[in-house]
């Protein structure tokens, strides 16, 4: 093939649709119309010698050539955007970029103020704003990069997303003081007879350490169900119910609401918390540079406030 006889525009607008699988979202996410967006399909048929896609009721459905270039004609734009970026540009202390970061709670309690609290030191007028992290779209927004960063405790496990892990978490009890059943130690016998604060399942996803506790054929007692770790503290405090909270986020909550703080009685058991970003920003100088200053923040061993 003449590579000369090939507009490359049409490779971006073939990822756009395939991604949206609908040509009018795809012809209003690259700020083109309808018509122009099928005339470019036209053209690219004919180029590669085949329907590419199929009306169907809800949109178009990508014929199996489709499905065997998305990937590589993805790959070829991230490398075309990669190798253009000005890098040049990039100042930390004058960049306007706003940074979106989708995030459970856990970053929004351990990594979040410590990074902000770093950005002003440093002088710079990058901003952060937080996003929902159970969009069920989410990855199509990193992808289109509406959202720059996610921290779970899941990874991202397909192929155009890279990840790291940030932090390993025991889990650690929090109990009122006062409590009639558990006061210095937390045995497993206490840790199974105890009401316990769980947090709604998202997305139909099961707590990992209650998935640690039915592979052990264990069960917790769950006698509240809440929407966020915010909520679990100010329950524990006025009442014989318990929760169970990553070891940083425990220490935190002890600390602001005076409630003691025991280690689960599960020595084994570790959660990995994750920061997961798309490929196509591997290369690029402002996400480097919030990447790594996540990441070194995350190395920083935490300090706890003495909670007796």
Known sequence: MNLRSVDLNLLTIFDAVITEQNLSRAAAHIGMSQPAISAALARLRLVLKDELFVRTGRGVRPTPKALELQQPIRDILNQISAT?????????????????????????????????????????????????????????????????????????????????????????????????????????????????????????????LDEYLIQQDIRRNHAMKVPSFFNMPYLVQTSDLICCLPERVAHHFAALHDLAILPVPLPDWVAHYYLMWHTRVNQEPAHQWLRDIIITLCKTPPRYIKNE
């Not at 459970?104 to 990058?126: F, M, N, R, W």
């Not at 952060?128 to 990193?142: A, H, R, S």
């Not at 990874?155 to 003081?177: M, Y």
Request: proline content about 6%; glycine content about 6%; some cysteine.
């Open 84 to 208: 253009l970026a000005p890098s040049h540009l990039f100042d930390p202390s004058t960049t306007q970029k706003t940074f979106c970061i989708a995030s459970i709670d856990y970053g929004g309690i351990t990594v979040i103020p410590a990074l902000l609290e770093h950005l002003q030191a440093l002088g710079s007028s990058a901003r952060i704003n937080v996003w929902p992290q159970y969009e069920v779209d989410l990855c199509e927004k990193m992808r289109f990069g509406q959202v720059d960063f996610v921290i779970d405790n899941i990874p991202i496990t397909d192929s155009d997303f890279s990840s790291i892990v940030l932090n390993k978490e025991k889990a650690w009890c929090l109990v009122r003081r006062g409590h009639p059943d558990i006061h210095k130690t937390l045995s497993l016998q206490q840790f199974l007879r105890a009401e316990h604060i769980v947090l709604y399942p998202q997305g139909g996803r099961v707590s990992q």
